[in-house]
């Protein structure tokens, strides 16, 4: 079993910074992909991004946008997901996912293990 627990959301001006740190107990996730979503009020959860836990391969699914960068510290056990240049579009509630590194899950989808959530709310 993994647990994951996210932090770092909060209250932020449209224009700001926030990283939001998605941390991992229970097992090691060598041989795992951990992806950030993001789901805000009515609509559909929304697929960030995902990093390889072993090679420290990252995947986009919009690499035009450039303003999220996912990264690791194996060390800490801990994924980051750096925002910036916020927008009032990106207030959602921020969940980060846990599952063994295969192209579903880098492409974000089969996601097993889940965190709580945390909430990032950009004012205009």
């Known amino acids: 079993q993994v647990q994951l627990v996210e932090s770092g959301g909060g209250l932020v001006q449209a224009g700001g910074s926030l990283r939001l740190s998605c941390a991992a107990s229970g097992h090691t996730l060598s041989n795992y992909a951990v992806g950030w979503f993001r789901q805000a009020p009515g609509k559909e959860r929304e697929f960030v991004g995902a990093?390889?836990?072993?090679?420290?391969?990252?995947y986009y699914p919009d690499p035009g946008k450039g303003r999220f960068t996912i990264s690791a510290d194996v060390a800490a056990n801990t994924v980051y997901l750096q925002m910036n240049t916020l927008e009032p579009e990106d207030t959602a509630v921020y969940l980060c996912?846990?599952?063994?590194?295969?192209?579903?899950?880098?492409?974000?989808?089969?996601?097993?293990?889940w965190g709580q959530g945390t909430q990032v709310t950009v004012s205009s």
């Open positions: 996912a846990a599952d063994y590194d295969r192209l579903s899950t880098m492409t974000g989808s089969g996601y097993t293990y």
């Open positions: 990093i390889s836990w072993s090679g420290g391969n990252t």
